[in-house]
């Protein structure tokens, strides 16, 4: 089930928040507590008024929520980030803030940006990233109109198919399109043509038209007096009344009555006493059309008598005194963006009922709730991890405690309450080291391995456990003062749940003492590693890359049966690509047999895994490459798994995809063991070990 859906726009004034009011009735239908986040939002020059979307969903449906909580940061703030050049935490703190919401609801209605000002194309690749990062499906809304002038199906098109492209490079699953403000005659010939040529990855899109209607359209006196700072003189009570025409009334009154139609707006100067009290009297006149309202320009007072006489007319239409001349008092009439406002029933009611009528409520509702975006961003990734690790606190050992790189993540990771650590060696030179880099460090526990009071329980355990190998008391407690061994029997011994070195001692150094007692799990034949690959959109599992170096079919079948266990565990949906130089049933040869062979063993070890091979990079993750060699495969075009025939071909592949696409490569994380211990890469970063940690502190949480 998905939990969220992004509704996002190509461009101003389109009519997105009665799409979110829409969208919001039919998901309130069905379900118990749903939220509404806009992640950026550009707040009102008057700061004590809300954001008018937010404002809208949070009234109308009587949300169990805080104003605070339903957005991130204001425009302004995310543009001061760009400025310093901090787009990824603009990411960051959106993801936090929604984050705060996912745990307490069923469901997040997420609106994009508002396409304001002149920050078009960042809003553009924000709202595609954010939707990416909160893996939710896009619900494009656009216009079929610019600026009142309508638009074609052409323009509509391309606007849309443009859009889609866009999100669908940066990863993010498409739900569909709404198409607003085309007139109701256009309605079904618009949509036969959207819907043929709208350009997708996926082919069941929900398109539909959301007519234009006049009543939406339509200011209220209360939108034209806050926009012209007017003093309302009479008629208070009836400022939600909507106008349905405006019109500049400086003729001789005769003339002026000629134009009055139903619902006339009537702006004119104030000391124009003829024209006020002539349009007045058609408000109460049987033959005359009514006017709703006047505005009277140029700042006059109107006469005590003339104000007596108006008083004495019985209920009055809304009159409103502005400051400003005729002409930019209808300039700003003009340029007033029509909103939606909770106490506007009418408004409201039209706009529903036009939703229901015109969208298949029930076939939307259930694709929204279906559809479920299944990539992992790399921000999704890294702050899922730290973020479970805290849920739980492990102890996690650190053996190299010279370090600088140990010491600063170590740091980070006390700081954010990640784990609690342990760090082995020398303590008065690693607290120097500590106090040279001006480290705050004081919750660590730093230990001696000679000087621990559990050296020599270690160097028994040790002996009994390997004394069968011909070793002595005296070769045990010389193995007991490395690191990399007095590390993995404080996980062995249970007093730390994962040990994670290599940044200084090679792979062997800090596996081999795994192996030789922490062992593999029951069932298990061999130990086995992925990388978590973090590009740029995406987050993949690559297996094995460096353990293996030459598995056999039924270890290759092993080695993908773990990964697609360990991407599981980490929330990435496992479909996993068995790789070869040849895609399908074209490929012969020994290598690309023993690639068929291993996919053969590993669906009957886990029949209900997403898995298939052989098959070639390019039909793994590229969906046209997939369409066109492997049209009906599930796996195809949407791999999240990676198996490599050999250590040679993914230690390299990984390696270029790391340097070339500057990826982030986590690992390698080692699976099979009874216990976590993971390798770092020798050129890791304080970043790599601080995600390491949290990934072994994650798998002790999962043994």
């Not at 108006?310 to 502005?322: D, K, R």
């Not at 975006?373 to 102890?395: L, S």
Request: some cysteine; glycine content about 6%; charged content about 25%.
């Amino acid at each position: 089930m998905s939990q969220n859906l992004y509704i996002t726009t190509t461009e101003t004034k389109s009519g997105k928040s009665l799409i979110s009011l829409g969208i919001m009735d039919i998901l309130r239908g069905g379900l118990r507590k749903v939220a509404f986040f806009r992640p950026i939002i550009n707040p009102p020059a008057d700061a004590a008024q809300p954001d008018p979307d937010i404002h809208l969903i949070r009234t109308h449906f009587n949300l169990d929520m805080e104003y605070g909580d339903c957005y991130a940061l204001t425009l302004h703030e995310a543009e001061e980030l760009l400025a310093e050049e901090k787009y990824g935490e603009v990411i960051e703190r959106v993801l936090a803030k929604y984050k705060q919401l996912e745990g307490k609801y069923d469901f997040i209605l997420i609106e994009g940006t508002d396409f304001t000002g002149g920050t078009t194309a960042f809003e553009f690749d924000i709202n595609a990233d954010i939707a990416n990062n909160l893996g939710a499906p896009v619900l494009f809304v656009t216009s079929g109109k610019t600026k009142n002038v309508k638009k074609n199906s052409e323009e509509i098109l391309n606007a849309l198919n443009m859009a889609i492209e866009s999100f669908e490079e940066k990863g993010c699953s498409i739900l569909g399109a709404i198409v607003s403000r085309v007139a109701i005659t256009d309605a079904p010939r618009t949509l036969d043509e959207i819907k043929s040529r709208l350009k997708s990855h996926k082919k069941d899109l929900q398109v539909y038209i959301f007519p234009e209607n006049e009543t939406l359209g339509r200011l209220t006196i209360a939108e034209i007096r806050k926009a012209t700072n007017g003093k309302v003189l009479f008629g208070c009570e009836h400022l939600a009344r909507h106008a349905q025409h405006h019109l500049v009334a400086a003729m001789h009154l005769h003339n002026v009555l000629k134009h009055i139609t139903e619902g006339t707006l009537v702006i004119t100067p104030g000391d124009r006493v003829d024209i006020i009290l002539g349009c007045l009297l058609t408000a109460i006149s049987k033959n005359f059309p009514h006017i709703i309202g006047l505005v009277l320009t140029g700042g006059f007072e109107l006469d005590e008598k003339v104000k007596m006489l108006i008083e004495g007319l019985g209920p009055c239409v809304p009159i409103i005194s502005v400051e400003t001349d005729t002409l930019r008092t209808v300039s700003r009439i003009n340029d007033i963006d029509c909103k939606v406002y909770p106490q506007d029933t009418v408004k409201i009611s039209t706009a529903l009922g036009l939703f229901e009528r015109h969208v298949d409520t029930k076939l939307l509702r259930e694709t929204i709730i279906k559809t479920k975006a299944t990539v992992v961003t790399p921000k999704m990734f890294e702050y899922g991890i730290i973020q479970k690790a805290k849920a739980n606190k492990r102890h996690i050992v650190l053996p190299e405690g010279r370090e600088e790189r140990i010491l600063q993540a170590a740091e980070l990771l006390l700081k954010r309450e990640v784990v609690d650590l342990t760090i082995l060696g020398n303590a008065n030179e690693i607290r120097d080291k500590i106090s040279k880099l001006d480290l705050k460090l004081d919750k660590v526990n730093i230990i001696d391995p000679v000087q621990s009071s559990r050296f020599n329980a270690y160097v028994d355990a040790y002996y009994e456990l390997r004394k069968h190998k011909g070793i002595s008391q005296g070769q045990a407690r010389d193995v007991m003062t490395d690191i990399s061994y007095f590390g993995t029997m404080m996980v062995h011994m249970g007093d730390a749940h994962g040990m994670v070195s290599g940044s200084v001692n090679t792979t062997q150094h800090t596996v081999r003492p795994a192996l030789e007692f922490i062992k593999t799990k029951p069932g298990i034949g061999l130990v086995s590693s992925v990388f978590f690959m973090c590009l740029e959109d995406r987050v993949l599992v690559y297996g094995d890359c460096a353990v293996n170096p030459n598995p056999d079919a039924a270890q290759l079948a092993e080695i993908a049966v773990a990964s697609a266990q360990t991407a599981a565990a980490f929330g990435i949906e496992p479909r996993v690509a068995m790789l070869s130089y040849s895609t399908g049933e074209s490929g012969k040869g020994a290598d690309v047999e023993k690639v068929r062979e291993a996919a053969r063993i590993a669906r009957e070890k886990a029949p209900g895994l997403k898995l298939e091979g052989p098959m070639q990079y390019d039909a793994a993750v590229d969906p046209e490459v997939a369409r066109t060699k492997m049209p009906d495969s599930e796996v195809a075009g949407r791999a999240t798994v990676f198996i490599f025939p050999d250590l040679n071909t993914g230690n390299n592949t990984y390696k270029a995809v790391q340097r070339s696409a500057k990826a982030v490569a986590i690992g390698p994380v080692l699976q099979g063991l009874n216990k976590p211990v993971n390798d770092l890469s020798r050129g890791c970063t304080v970043i790599d070990i601080v995600n390491t940690v949290a990934v072994t502190a994650i798998q002790a949480l999962e043994e």
